[in-house]
Protein backbone atom coordinates (compact mmCIF):
# COMPACT_ATOMS: atom_id res chain seq x y z
CA UNK A 1 0.00 0.00 0.00
CA UNK A 2 2.76 2.69 0.91
CA UNK A 3 4.57 1.77 -2.12
CA UNK A 4 1.69 2.02 -4.30
CA UNK A 5 1.24 5.61 -2.69
CA UNK A 6 4.62 6.74 -3.42
CA UNK A 7 4.48 5.16 -7.08
CA UNK A 8 1.50 7.78 -7.59
CA UNK A 9 3.38 10.56 -5.93
CA UNK A 10 6.09 9.70 -8.05
CA UNK A 11 3.88 9.31 -11.24
CA UNK A 12 2.38 13.08 -10.41
CA UNK A 13 5.66 14.93 -9.92
CA UNK A 14 7.53 13.24 -12.71
CA UNK A 15 4.54 14.73 -14.77
CA UNK A 16 4.85 17.72 -13.82
CA UNK A 17 8.34 18.27 -14.40
CA UNK A 18 7.82 16.41 -17.97
CA UNK A 19 5.49 19.26 -18.75
CA UNK A 20 7.60 21.84 -17.51
CA UNK A 21 10.58 20.56 -18.92
CA UNK A 22 8.47 20.04 -21.95
CA UNK A 23 6.62 23.88 -22.31
CA UNK A 24 10.35 25.50 -21.11
CA UNK A 25 12.47 23.69 -23.62
CA UNK A 26 9.95 24.24 -26.80
CA UNK A 27 9.90 28.38 -26.11
CA UNK A 28 13.04 28.68 -26.01
CA UNK A 29 13.31 26.60 -29.38
CA UNK A 30 10.68 28.67 -30.41
CA UNK A 31 12.95 31.82 -29.67
CA UNK A 32 15.76 30.50 -31.30
CA UNK A 33 14.36 29.77 -34.49
CA UNK A 34 12.39 33.13 -34.71
CA UNK A 35 15.07 35.42 -32.62
CA UNK A 36 14.26 39.19 -32.06
CA UNK A 37 17.52 40.54 -31.04
CA UNK A 38 19.98 41.21 -33.45
CA UNK A 39 17.74 41.47 -36.31
CA UNK A 40 16.80 44.59 -38.52
CA UNK A 41 13.70 46.03 -37.10
CA UNK A 42 11.24 44.35 -39.82
CA UNK A 43 12.88 40.93 -39.82
CA UNK A 44 12.09 41.16 -35.64
CA UNK A 45 8.50 42.23 -36.35
CA UNK A 46 8.12 39.31 -38.85
CA UNK A 47 9.74 37.04 -36.13
CA UNK A 48 7.78 38.25 -32.83
CA UNK A 49 4.36 37.92 -34.97
CA UNK A 50 5.72 34.21 -36.15
CA UNK A 51 6.19 33.30 -32.06
CA UNK A 52 2.92 34.73 -31.19
CA UNK A 53 0.89 32.67 -34.24
CA UNK A 54 2.93 29.83 -32.91
CA UNK A 55 3.15 29.62 -29.16
CA UNK A 56 0.07 28.88 -28.75
CA UNK A 57 0.16 26.02 -30.77
CA UNK A 58 2.76 24.66 -28.48
CA UNK A 59 0.62 24.24 -25.37
CA UNK A 60 -2.04 23.19 -27.32
CA UNK A 61 0.27 19.89 -29.08
CA UNK A 62 -0.02 17.58 -25.90
CA UNK A 63 -3.15 17.17 -25.82
CA UNK A 64 -4.32 17.49 -29.64
CA UNK A 65 -1.26 14.59 -29.88
CA UNK A 66 -3.33 12.41 -27.22
CA UNK A 67 -6.91 13.15 -29.04
CA UNK A 68 -5.45 11.95 -32.14
CA UNK A 69 -3.45 8.84 -30.49
CA UNK A 70 -6.89 7.97 -28.32
CA UNK A 71 -9.48 9.46 -30.11
CA UNK A 72 -9.28 10.37 -33.83
CA UNK A 73 -7.22 7.35 -34.62
CA UNK A 74 -9.86 4.65 -32.99
CA UNK A 75 -12.59 6.35 -34.22
CA UNK A 76 -10.95 5.44 -37.54
CA UNK A 77 -9.68 2.12 -37.02
CA UNK A 78 -13.57 0.78 -35.55
CA UNK A 79 -14.80 2.47 -38.78
CA UNK A 80 -12.50 0.04 -40.90
CA UNK A 81 -13.19 -3.04 -38.47
CA UNK A 82 -16.90 -2.23 -39.52
CA UNK A 83 -16.34 -2.92 -42.84
CA UNK A 84 -14.25 -6.45 -42.04
CA UNK A 85 -15.03 -10.03 -40.94
CA UNK A 86 -14.91 -10.95 -36.91
CA UNK A 87 -11.37 -11.60 -37.42
CA UNK A 88 -10.80 -7.96 -38.89
CA UNK A 89 -8.65 -9.70 -41.88
CA UNK A 90 -11.45 -9.89 -45.05
CA UNK A 91 -13.28 -7.23 -46.29
CA UNK A 92 -17.21 -7.67 -46.19
CA UNK A 93 -18.63 -5.00 -47.25
CA UNK A 94 -21.89 -3.87 -45.44
CA UNK A 95 -22.57 -7.44 -44.29
CA UNK A 96 -21.97 -6.28 -40.86
CA UNK A 97 -24.06 -3.67 -41.31
CA UNK A 98 -27.15 -6.17 -42.89
CA UNK A 99 -26.88 -8.46 -39.73
CA UNK A 100 -27.36 -5.46 -37.19
CA UNK A 101 -30.44 -4.39 -39.03
CA UNK A 102 -31.98 -7.82 -38.97
CA UNK A 103 -30.73 -9.34 -35.57
CA UNK A 104 -33.54 -9.27 -33.24
CA UNK A 105 -30.93 -8.91 -30.19
CA UNK A 106 -29.71 -5.33 -31.69
CA UNK A 107 -33.45 -4.24 -32.70
CA UNK A 108 -34.20 -4.74 -28.58
CA UNK A 109 -30.94 -3.43 -27.58
CA UNK A 110 -31.69 -0.03 -29.83
CA UNK A 111 -35.41 -0.30 -28.11
CA UNK A 112 -34.10 -0.81 -24.63
CA UNK A 113 -31.46 2.09 -25.31
CA UNK A 114 -34.44 4.65 -26.24
CA UNK A 115 -36.40 3.46 -23.01
CA UNK A 116 -33.62 3.98 -21.18
CA UNK A 117 -33.42 7.92 -22.85
CA UNK A 118 -37.01 8.29 -22.48
CA UNK A 119 -37.37 7.46 -18.84
CA UNK A 120 -34.03 8.47 -17.00
CA UNK A 121 -33.00 11.78 -17.51
CA UNK A 122 -36.14 13.19 -17.61
CA UNK A 123 -36.66 11.27 -13.96
CA UNK A 124 -33.47 12.49 -12.52
CA UNK A 125 -33.48 15.98 -13.89
CA UNK A 126 -37.22 16.24 -12.44
CA UNK A 127 -36.21 14.98 -8.89
CA UNK A 128 -33.51 16.90 -8.94
CA UNK A 129 -35.14 19.68 -9.35
CA UNK A 130 -37.93 18.85 -6.62
CA UNK A 131 -35.56 18.23 -4.25
CA UNK A 132 -33.71 21.28 -4.78
CA UNK A 133 -36.42 23.59 -4.32
CA UNK A 134 -37.74 21.83 -1.51
CA UNK A 135 -34.79 21.68 0.56
CA UNK A 136 -33.88 24.89 -0.20
CA UNK A 137 -37.47 25.69 1.87
CA UNK A 138 -36.37 23.44 5.37
CA UNK A 139 -34.04 24.07 8.21
CA UNK A 140 -32.47 20.46 7.05
CA UNK A 141 -32.23 20.85 3.42
CA UNK A 142 -28.25 20.36 3.43
CA UNK A 143 -28.41 17.38 5.34
CA UNK A 144 -31.08 15.86 2.91
CA UNK A 145 -28.98 17.30 0.18
CA UNK A 146 -26.16 14.85 1.42
CA UNK A 147 -28.04 12.02 1.65
CA UNK A 148 -29.30 12.81 -1.67
CA UNK A 149 -26.18 13.39 -3.47
CA UNK A 150 -24.44 10.33 -1.17
CA UNK A 151 -24.82 7.32 -4.14
CA UNK A 152 -23.04 9.81 -6.49
CA UNK A 153 -20.11 8.33 -4.64
CA UNK A 154 -20.78 4.77 -5.12
CA UNK A 155 -19.82 3.03 -8.61
CA UNK A 156 -22.43 1.51 -10.52
CA UNK A 157 -21.21 -2.00 -10.10
CA UNK A 158 -21.49 -1.34 -5.89
CA UNK A 159 -24.88 0.69 -6.45
CA UNK A 160 -26.27 -2.68 -8.37
CA UNK A 161 -25.21 -5.08 -5.59
CA UNK A 162 -27.07 -2.83 -3.41
CA UNK A 163 -29.99 -2.88 -5.51
CA UNK A 164 -29.70 -6.76 -6.11
CA UNK A 165 -30.31 -7.63 -2.41
CA UNK A 166 -33.31 -4.63 -2.81
CA UNK A 167 -34.85 -7.28 -6.13
CA UNK A 168 -33.31 -10.49 -4.19
CA UNK A 169 -35.71 -13.40 -4.18
CA UNK A 170 -35.72 -16.91 -2.94
CA UNK A 171 -37.69 -19.91 -3.88
CA UNK A 172 -39.61 -22.11 -2.02
CA UNK A 173 -40.28 -21.92 1.63
CA UNK A 174 -36.92 -19.43 2.18
CA UNK A 175 -37.43 -16.43 4.16
CA UNK A 176 -37.42 -13.44 1.58
CA UNK A 177 -34.27 -11.37 2.21
CA UNK A 178 -35.18 -9.00 -0.82
CA UNK A 179 -36.42 -5.63 0.56
CA UNK A 180 -39.20 -5.70 -2.04
CA UNK A 181 -40.20 -8.93 -1.93
CA UNK A 182 -40.33 -8.49 1.68
CA UNK A 183 -42.68 -5.62 1.06
CA UNK A 184 -44.84 -7.47 -1.07
CA UNK A 185 -44.87 -10.48 1.15
CA UNK A 186 -45.89 -8.18 4.06
CA UNK A 187 -48.95 -7.18 2.28
CA UNK A 188 -49.82 -10.50 1.17
CA UNK A 189 -48.47 -10.58 -2.59
CA UNK A 190 -46.84 -12.79 -3.87
CA UNK A 191 -42.94 -12.55 -4.25
CA UNK A 192 -41.48 -12.48 -7.65
CA UNK A 193 -37.97 -12.95 -9.49
CA UNK A 194 -38.05 -9.03 -10.70
CA UNK A 195 -35.83 -8.38 -12.84
CA UNK A 196 -36.86 -10.89 -14.70
CA UNK A 197 -40.42 -9.68 -15.60
CA UNK A 198 -40.25 -8.37 -19.42
CA UNK A 199 -40.34 -4.81 -19.82
CA UNK A 200 -40.71 -4.06 -15.90
CA UNK A 201 -37.06 -5.05 -14.99
CA UNK A 202 -35.66 -2.87 -18.09
CA UNK A 203 -37.56 0.10 -15.21
CA UNK A 204 -36.30 -1.75 -12.57
CA UNK A 205 -32.50 -1.30 -13.72
CA UNK A 206 -33.14 2.20 -14.34
CA UNK A 207 -34.26 3.11 -10.56
CA UNK A 208 -30.25 2.37 -9.93
CA UNK A 209 -28.85 5.14 -12.59
CA UNK A 210 -32.08 7.16 -11.19
CA UNK A 211 -30.69 6.98 -7.81
CA UNK A 212 -27.51 7.19 -8.63
CA UNK A 213 -28.03 10.37 -10.65
CA UNK A 214 -30.80 13.03 -8.92
CA UNK A 215 -28.24 13.70 -6.58
CA UNK A 216 -25.90 15.35 -9.57
CA UNK A 217 -29.28 17.08 -11.26
CA UNK A 218 -30.46 17.91 -7.78
CA UNK A 219 -26.72 19.82 -7.02
CA UNK A 220 -26.23 21.73 -10.25
CA UNK A 221 -30.16 22.50 -10.18
CA UNK A 222 -29.68 24.21 -7.08
CA UNK A 223 -26.89 26.39 -8.03
CA UNK A 224 -29.53 28.19 -10.32
CA UNK A 225 -31.87 28.42 -8.18
CA UNK A 226 -29.94 30.26 -5.77
CA UNK A 227 -28.99 32.40 -8.92
CA UNK A 228 -32.32 33.69 -9.07
CA UNK A 229 -33.21 36.88 -8.24
CA UNK A 230 -34.65 37.31 -4.65
CA UNK A 231 -36.60 40.47 -6.49
CA UNK A 232 -37.86 38.53 -9.36
CA UNK A 233 -39.73 36.14 -6.10
CA UNK A 234 -41.47 38.91 -4.46
CA UNK A 235 -42.74 40.62 -6.93
CA UNK A 236 -44.38 37.20 -8.02
CA UNK A 237 -45.87 36.98 -4.46
CA UNK A 238 -47.09 40.15 -4.03
CA UNK A 239 -48.77 40.04 -7.36
CA UNK A 240 -50.75 36.52 -5.82
CA UNK A 241 -48.70 33.91 -7.40
CA UNK A 242 -48.79 31.18 -5.39
CA UNK A 243 -45.93 28.25 -4.96
CA UNK A 244 -47.01 26.33 -8.03
CA UNK A 245 -46.88 29.14 -10.44
CA UNK A 246 -43.90 31.06 -8.77
CA UNK A 247 -42.10 27.50 -9.77
CA UNK A 248 -43.37 26.50 -12.63
CA UNK A 249 -43.56 30.40 -14.85
CA UNK A 250 -40.56 32.06 -12.44
CA UNK A 251 -38.24 29.39 -11.29
CA UNK A 252 -38.21 27.12 -14.26
CA UNK A 253 -37.73 29.39 -16.77
CA UNK A 254 -34.84 31.16 -15.49
CA UNK A 255 -33.05 27.66 -14.71
CA UNK A 256 -34.09 26.37 -18.45
CA UNK A 257 -30.48 26.63 -19.44
CA UNK A 258 -28.85 24.53 -16.40
CA UNK A 259 -31.83 22.20 -17.40
CA UNK A 260 -31.09 21.45 -20.43
CA UNK A 261 -27.17 20.91 -19.77
CA UNK A 262 -28.23 18.61 -16.77
CA UNK A 263 -30.64 16.71 -19.20
CA UNK A 264 -28.21 16.20 -22.03
CA UNK A 265 -25.20 15.49 -19.68
CA UNK A 266 -27.52 12.22 -18.19
CA UNK A 267 -28.46 11.64 -21.86
CA UNK A 268 -24.80 11.13 -22.89
CA UNK A 269 -24.51 9.01 -19.44
CA UNK A 270 -27.01 6.88 -20.36
CA UNK A 271 -26.14 5.91 -23.69
CA UNK A 272 -23.14 4.94 -22.34
CA UNK A 273 -24.72 2.77 -19.88
CA UNK A 274 -23.18 -0.70 -19.56
CA UNK A 275 -21.91 -1.45 -15.40
CA UNK A 276 -25.66 -1.81 -13.99
CA UNK A 277 -26.77 -3.94 -17.35
CA UNK A 278 -23.66 -6.48 -16.61
CA UNK A 279 -24.16 -6.74 -13.08
CA UNK A 280 -27.65 -7.31 -12.75
CA UNK A 281 -28.72 -9.66 -15.63
CA UNK A 282 -26.23 -9.58 -18.03
CA UNK A 283 -28.44 -8.73 -20.80
CA UNK A 284 -30.85 -11.65 -20.19
CA UNK A 285 -34.59 -11.08 -20.29
CA UNK A 286 -34.64 -8.77 -22.71
CA UNK A 287 -32.66 -6.02 -20.86
CA UNK A 288 -29.46 -5.94 -22.96
CA UNK A 289 -28.41 -2.35 -24.30
CA UNK A 290 -26.13 -1.40 -27.20
CA UNK A 291 -23.10 -1.29 -24.52
CA UNK A 292 -23.26 -4.70 -23.63
CA UNK A 293 -24.06 -5.76 -27.07
CA UNK A 294 -20.64 -4.95 -28.14
CA UNK A 295 -19.09 -6.09 -25.06
CA UNK A 296 -20.54 -9.59 -25.82
CA UNK A 297 -19.71 -9.53 -29.54
CA UNK A 298 -16.26 -8.46 -28.68
CA UNK A 299 -14.73 -10.15 -26.17
CA UNK A 300 -17.47 -13.17 -26.05
CA UNK A 301 -17.54 -16.30 -27.76
CA UNK A 302 -14.36 -16.19 -29.47
CA UNK A 303 -15.10 -12.61 -30.55
CA UNK A 304 -16.44 -10.48 -33.75
CA UNK A 305 -14.51 -7.18 -34.06
CA UNK A 306 -16.76 -6.64 -37.44
CA UNK A 307 -20.16 -6.43 -35.69
CA UNK A 308 -18.23 -5.11 -32.29
CA UNK A 309 -17.16 -2.63 -34.28
CA UNK A 310 -21.17 -1.16 -36.21
CA UNK A 311 -22.40 -1.39 -32.95
CA UNK A 312 -19.64 0.93 -31.57
CA UNK A 313 -20.25 3.27 -34.01
CA UNK A 314 -23.74 3.59 -33.45
CA UNK A 315 -23.49 4.27 -30.01
CA UNK A 316 -21.02 7.13 -31.36
CA UNK A 317 -23.06 7.96 -33.97
CA UNK A 318 -25.94 8.75 -31.25
CA UNK A 319 -23.71 10.54 -28.59
CA UNK A 320 -22.40 13.07 -30.93
CA UNK A 321 -25.19 15.23 -32.12
CA UNK A 322 -26.20 15.62 -28.04
CA UNK A 323 -22.87 16.67 -27.62
CA UNK A 324 -22.46 18.99 -30.59
CA UNK A 325 -25.73 20.85 -29.59
CA UNK A 326 -24.12 20.97 -25.79
CA UNK A 327 -21.33 22.62 -26.51
CA UNK A 328 -23.10 24.74 -29.06
CA UNK A 329 -25.37 26.12 -26.71
CA UNK A 330 -22.69 26.67 -23.76
CA UNK A 331 -20.87 28.77 -26.61
CA UNK A 332 -23.47 30.60 -27.40
CA UNK A 333 -24.20 30.80 -23.40
CA UNK A 334 -20.40 32.48 -22.69
CA UNK A 335 -20.92 35.04 -25.75
CA UNK A 336 -24.01 35.90 -24.15
CA UNK A 337 -22.10 36.87 -21.39
Not at 27 to 42: A, E, Q, S, Y
Not at 110 to 134: D, E, K
Not at 232 to 258: L, S, Y
Not at 275 to 295: E, H, K, P, R, Y
Request: positive net charge; charged residues 10%.
Amino acid sequence: MVSQIFSAFGAVIVGVLVCAGYFVFSNKLLDMIFPDRGRDVHTASVNLQWRATIRPWLFLAPALILLLIYLVYPVIATLILSFKDRNGDQFVGLANYQWALGDREFRQSIFNNILWLAVVPAACTFFGLVIAVMTDRIWWGNIAKSIVFMPMAISFVGASVIWKFIYEYRGGNDTQIGLLNAIVQLFGGTPQVWISVPFWNNIFLMIILIWIQTGFAMVILSAALRGIPEETIEAAVIDGANGWQIFWKIMVPQVWGTIATVWTTITILVLKVFDIVLTMTNGQWDTMVLANLMFNWMFRGGGDSGRSAVIALIIMLAVTPIMVWNVRRANRETKGH
